[in-house]
C-alpha cells in the first residue's frame, strides 16, 4: 500500500494461513530494501507558479495552492495556510486552524538550485512537536522553485522495515522514518502514524494467501492505488508492488529481503 507521490508515503501487509486458525510467521523479521532490484525511485511533485504569483504543489494523488504575501488565506473548513518569501531561495509557510498554528514548513534551495529541503513541524494539542525533513533533487525547471522534484530521501527513511504478524493485526514499522501503522487483517482502514504521515490518507489489507496480500490505499475514502504483497517461497523475499486502478499496467515495486 503505498501512494505513489509523497507521500510520500508509505504502507503494506502480510498474510496468514487461509482456511485456518493459525497465522503463518515467515513474514515476521527486519528486513531490508533493495534499490537496485526496485522499480520505484522515490516519490515525485511539481511546484508550477502562475503569472499572477500562484504556487501550486502537486504529487499526482493530491495538490494545493498558495500565495506568498504572507496573509492568512482560508484553505478548508477552519483552517488557513499563509505564505512568506523571505528572499529568492527560501518560502516560509504556516498552517492554522481555528486561528491556532499546527505545522509550519520551511523550504530552502541550494545556491545551484539544485536541492530543494523542505523542513516541517508539527504541532500537536498534547505531546511533543513532531519534526520532518525532506530532501529532493531537481529533475525539471531551472527558476525558483518550480519545477519537477523527486524526494531523494524516502528510499532512506524506507530502507528498513520490520513486520510483526498476530491472528488479528499486522504491525509494520519503518525505524528510519520514525513511522508505523497497525492494520486489522480484515480490510478495516488504518492510518500511519508519525512523521510524513499524510493527513486522510488510510490504508487496508485482505489476505488472498499464505504468501499474498491485497492492498488498498485511500484519501478521504476516495481510492488512490490497489496492490499486493507477495512472499517469495524460501521466505527470504517481499515483493511490494502497487497501480492506479486507471493504470493497472504501470506499476512500482519494491523488493525487500530479509536481514
Known amino acids: ?103 509550519v514548513s520551511h523550504l530552502e534551495l541550494s545556491a545551484d538550485g539544485k536541492v530543494l529541503t523542505a523542513t516541517a513541524s508539527t504541532f500537536r494539542p498534547s505531546g511533543p512537536v513532531i519534526t520532518s525533513q525532506v530532501v529532493a533533487s531537481r529533475m525539471s525547471g531551472s527558476n525558483d522553485f518550480a519545477g519537477q522534484w523527486r524526494d531523494t530521501t524516502y528510499l532512506q527513511r524506507h530502507a528498513d522495515m520490520t513486520l510483526k504478524l498476530d491472528s488479528q493485526t499486522l504491525h509494520i514499522s519503518f525505524p528510519g522514518a520514525g513511522q508505523y501503522i497497525d492494520e486489522p487483517l480484515d480490510g478495516v482502514d488504518a492510518s500511519m502514524h508519525g512523521p510524513h504521515a499524510q493527513e486522510g490518507v488510510t490504508y487496508s489489507v485482505r489476505l488472498v494467501g499464505r504468501r499474498e496480500i491485497s492492498t488498498l490505499t485511500k484519501r478521504n475514502d476516495k481510492t488512490l492505488t490497489l496492490g499486493s504483497f507477495e512472499l517469495s517461497d524460501d521466505g527470504r523475499v517481499i515483493t511490494e508492488s502497487w497501480w492506479r486502478p486507471a493504470h493497472p499496467a504501470d506499476k512500482g515495486t519494491f523488493v525487500y529481503e530479509r536481514k
Not at 488565506?73 to 518560502?91: D, F, G, I, Q, Y
Request: net charge positive; proline share 3%.
Open 1 to 103: 500500500m503505498r501512494n505513489a507521490g509523497f507521500s510520500w508515503v508509505v504502507f503494506y501487509a502480510l498474510a496468514a494461513t487461509v482456511g485456518c486458525g493459525s497465522s503463518s510467521p515467515d513474514w515476521n523479521g527486519t528486513w531490508k530494501l533493495n534499490t537496485s532490484k526496485s522499480s520505484f525511485q522515490g516519490p515525485v511533485f511539481t511546484i508550477s507558479i502562475s503569472a499572477d504569483g500562484e504556487y501550486r504543489w502537486d504529487d499526482g494523488s493530491s495538490s494545493f495552492t498558495f500565495h506568498c504575501d504572507g496573509k492568512d488565506r482560508p484553505t478548508e473548513k477552519n483552517r488557513t495556510r499563509a505564505c512568506v518569501k523571505s528572499s529568492a531561495t527560501v518560502l516560509d509557510l504556516t498552517q492554522k486552524e481555528n486561528g491556532v498554528k499546527t505545522r
